[in-house]
């Protein structure tokens, strides 16, 4: 805003009555400038705009790490001389973590904690008619004393929401303390029949004088009609604070906000001098009537009704982005969790924006919003009283809205000292009493900040929340469960359930995370653990869904996660992501994004999955056709099939999903799936390989071996069918067996595989094998294999005075083969970990003649270790 327009707003204030203030609100996210260093250079500041963060790139590249330090923010910032006797604020919505304020190289603020609002008073420090230098230090450096600790998910640093400047007058709501407007409303008394408001505050008065004030309160309904007005009369001290209080007569019949039904009231409050017509400050508030109770039997109740609470969890970050969104890519995620059918938010794992509350207000989401104590906590003084800070902060910056239901305050808070062995009981003791000691805290601080609220904290699967008593001090349990995923059966969640229900009869639970991840890109008819199809992850989801709402004394259920998002020490299919979103990190919806808002909907709806599999690779049968399963999620009765006009097979759900094998010819296959009341339809379009490969046309052929998954690339279009066995006249492979991970046993490395973007098919991989052989037609060919050293210490220089040397590890840790073409050795001493490094993607290719009668047979041949492939590829030529 230029100089001539913030003076004449001013003036437009000076000549105003109502809704006048506060005189300016303005945003002040251009023209800031930045470096990424501990001491600023004068040459070296680069244009930015905020929101922004320095960790866009550098979180997802393929170095190890990402910048955790401070970084410089400056800009200029003019004064209008005409707003000397004002007050000005500036207000940050978020900066992660650590933000000290300076203007003109006076330090006006620090603030620690960085998923809240704060607020500084800068009015004693700007020189007024004249340009100002604001500069902000943020650091995102660890710090033991500012949780999160650690987390599984990226802190990006940087001042990643918006920035406001405000001048307010020098009578005003006491908006500093907590960064909110110091004007809250709630309903004491409400119900189907009548309801009251009651709205308290806090007026500052910082005018030099004694002034006797008039504060209103206009409640209007969702059409905008005024339905009660509050008024209190008080007089405040001058340089002092005074709170207020006001109750209006109960309403007859009001709307009551649901997520059917998101009635939203508002309530506009003003501060004004006794007998004057001149508003001095201004807060406009969202209300809406509801109330709700957890049942530890019967669930969660809204407005006296049932509930089951089915929705997700969401973290904030975007590709490109980072954490620093716009308020319009807020918006468009919580619309896309609406359009899902979604009743239910948690907010993992921190307060996140102001438009993220006000978007559930509108559309009518619950909200568990909670505060980043994640893993463990730092038993110091400072410790504790940061946290509680933030509670506070989170509390007070929320409280207005309607959609907050839960509070929480501590996410799987032993997992740190559940798996370390190492600990005396001593130790672990004084660790167990002070996490307690601090949970009983925040807790009690919460009750009694938000009485109208559940608390809430979020478990990991071990027993020592029950030993510990810790989970007896919530009002409300919420379990993180990934049975299926991280050991046992998708389906051992329902008597796990049972097991704490009956144990802990007087507790209200639900399920606060769960599910597999999925890369959208992996696709197979045979699912398995670990092997990141999308298909694995909505039959986990299904099944979960299904044994939640056999259970009335659960709550509901939030799925992990809305979309997949950073976490730089993640080595999923795609490295850096957790990838257990029901989006992709791009925000393109999974085939499980699909099944929520089938099962979700109150009108009939059926869904074919695959809509991220619309090209594919099969090979033919005898006939020319492939068989392969087609699943549709319906939430009504049965299922009727058809591909190309032509009846598949009619069938009942479980579920939610119904499967049938379907013939699929080369060319375009349009998939129709009818119900009596609805129908969804899918074009895919299918290459053949001939299963006899002299009996077919085929130019290439490209095998993700040691995967039972389809891999689709996303920059070329190829597609990598699944690994399979050598048969006579086709193809496939001899001996050997399928790499296993010694984490959880997964079907791949579970590590980032340099030099590539196509990690699932170096994750994967067939050790042991013999040979890999085509029945090819004669021909030349250029064959291409694919390989990656899965062992991250192969290759490693042994230490010379380890007196104790283990022959036989040390050997085992070396990995060396040849290969042969048709019996002619190409390669001897192959060595992965010493030519290329471990966890490296490598290509090696070759052009082979095959003459009439031979076959293409790629020979893997041992020297030491066992031989290894990843994928292979041929091409006629």
Not at 261 to 285: F, G, W
Not at 354 to 374: A, K, N
Not at 725 to 741: E, L, M, N
């Amino acid at each position: 805003m230029s100089r001539r327009l913030l003076y004449l707003a001013f003036l437009l204030f000076l000549n105003s009555s109502v809704w006048a203030a506060p005189i300016i609100k303005t945003s002040l996210n251009s023209g800031w400038f930045f470096q990424q260093t501990d001491h600023p250079d004068s040459t070296k500041w680069e244009p930015v705009n905020v929101p922004h963060t320095w960790n866009a790139k550098d979180a997802f590249d393929d170095q190890r790490g990402y910048y955790r330090g401070t970084g410089w923010y400056r800009r200029n910032l003019y004064v209008d001389a005409g707003w000397k006797g004002q007050k000005l604020f500036l207000d940050f919505e978020g900066v992660n973590k650590i933000a000290t304020v300076f203007i003109n190289g006076q330090k006006v603020g620090e603030h620690k904690g960085g998923y809240t609002a704060f607020s500084f008073d800068i009015s004693p420090y700007v020189h007024y008619g004249s340009d100002n230098d604001l500069r902000v230090e943020v650091s995102n450096a660890p710090d033991p004393q500012i949780p999160p600790l650690e987390a599984d998910f990226t802190f990006y640093g940087g001042i990643y929401r918006d920035v406001w400047l405000k001048v307010e007058n020098p009578i005003h709501f006491a908006f500093a303390k907590y960064a909110t407007p110091a004007v809250y409303v709630n309903t004491p008394q409400v119900s189907a029949e009548s309801a009251q408001v009651k709205v308290r505050g806090t007026v500052r008065n910082e005018s030099g004088k004694t002034n006797r004030l008039l504060v209103r309160s206009e409640i209007f309904s969702p059409e905008g009609k005024l339905v009660a007005v509050l008024n209190k009369v008080f007089t405040v001290r001058r340089n002092s604070d005074r709170d207020f209080e006001m109750v209006s007569k109960p309403l007859d019949k009001p709307q009551l906000w649901s997520p059917d039904a998101p009635n939203l009231y508002t309530v506009k409050t003003t501060v004004q001098l006794y007998h004057s017509n001149s508003i001095l400050d201004r807060v406009e508030s969202p209300l809406g009537f509801r109330w709700f109770k957890a049942d530890p039997n019967l669930g969660f109740f809204l407005n006296g009704k049932p509930l089951k609470l089915h929705g997700l969890n969401r973290h904030q970050d975007y590709p490109g982005l980072g954490n620093a969104l716009p308020d319009d890519l807020h918006k468009k995620d919580f619309e896309l969790i609406k359009k899902m059918g979604a009743n239910f938010v948690r907010l993992a794992h921190y307060p996140q924006a102001p438009e993220v509350y006000r978007e559930c207000d509108r559309l009518g989401l619950l909200v568990w919003s909670e505060i980043p104590v994640v893993n463990e906590i730092t038993e110091s003084k400072e410790f504790t009283e940061n946290c509680l800070n933030m509670q506070r902060e989170q509390i007070h910056q929320t409280y207005n809205h309607p959609s907050v239901v839960m509070y929480g305050y501590m996410n799987e808070v032993f997992i740190r000292l559940a798996y370390t062995k190492q600990l005396s009981d001593s130790v672990r003791n004084r660790k167990i009493k002070n996490t307690l000691k601090l949970a009983r805290e925040l807790d009690s601080l919460t009750r009694s900040e938000a009485p109208g609220r559940l608390t809430v904290m979020a478990l990991h699967q071990n027993p020592i929340y029950n030993k510990t008593g810790i989970a007896d001090i919530p009002q409300v349990i919420g379990w993180n469960l990934y049975m299926g995923w991280y050991g046992g059966k998708y389906s051992d969640l329902g008597s796990f359930l049972d097991r704490q229900h009956a144990e802990h009869p007087n507790r209200c639970i639900m399920l606060s995370e769960y599910g597999p991840g999925s890369d959208v890109r992996l696709h197979t008819d045979h699912p398995e653990v670990w092997d990141y199809s999308e298909e694995y992850q909505f039959l986990s989801h299904a099944s979960y869904r299904s044994q939640v709402d056999e259970r009335p004394y659960v709550m509901g259920m939030a799925a992990w996660i809305f979309a997949d998002f950073g976490s730089e020490g993640r080595a999923d299919a795609i490295p850096h992501i957790n990838q257990k979103g029901l989006m992709t990190y791009n925000r393109t919806p999974k085939d499980v994004y699909h099944y929520y808002q089938v099962m979700n909907d109150k009108l009939p709806r059926v869904a074919i999955t695959g809509t991220n599999y619309t090209n594919r690779t099969y090979v033919a049968d005898e006939n020319g056709k492939s068989k392969h399963e087609v699943w549709v999620f319906t939430n009504s009765g049965q299922v009727t099939l058809y591909r190309n006009g032509e009846w598949i097979n009619s069938q009942k759900p479980v579920d939610g999903i119904v499967k049938m094998q379907v013939p699929f010819v080369s060319g375009p296959n349009k998939l129709l799936a009818v119900t009596d009341m609805a129908e969804d339809s899918l074009v895919v379009n299918v290459k053949m390989i001939p299963r006899k490969l002299t009996a077919g046309e085929f130019h290439t052929i490209r095998v993700n071996v040691g995967s039972n998954c389809n891999f689709h690339d996303e920059l070329t279009g190829e597609n990598w069918i699944p690994d399979q066995p050598y048969q006579p006249g086709s193809f496939g492979y001899v001996g050997g067996d399928i790499y296993h991970s010694v984490t959880w046993k997964a079907l791949s490395t579970q590590a980032n595989i340099k030099g590539t973007d196509d990690d699932p098919l170096y994750q994967t991989m067939r050790e042991g094998l013999k040979s890999y052989r085509f029945d090819v037609p004669e021909g030349c060919y250029k064959v291409t294999l694919l390989f990656a050293e899965p062992n991250s210490k192969a290759g490693q220089p042994q230490l010379i005075y380890n007196l104790m040397n283990d022959r036989a590890k040390q050997e085992s840790d070396v990995r060396s083969f040849g290969i042969s073409m048709n019996g002619e050795q190409e390669v001897g001493h192959f060595n992965l970990a010493r030519d290329y490094g471990a966890l490296r993607a490598v290509k090696k290719t070759f052009v082979v003649n095959v003459d009439k009668g031979e076959v293409l047979s790629v020979q893997f041949l041992p020297e030491h270790g066992k031989t290894l492939l990843s994928g292979i590829r041929i091409e006629k030529r």
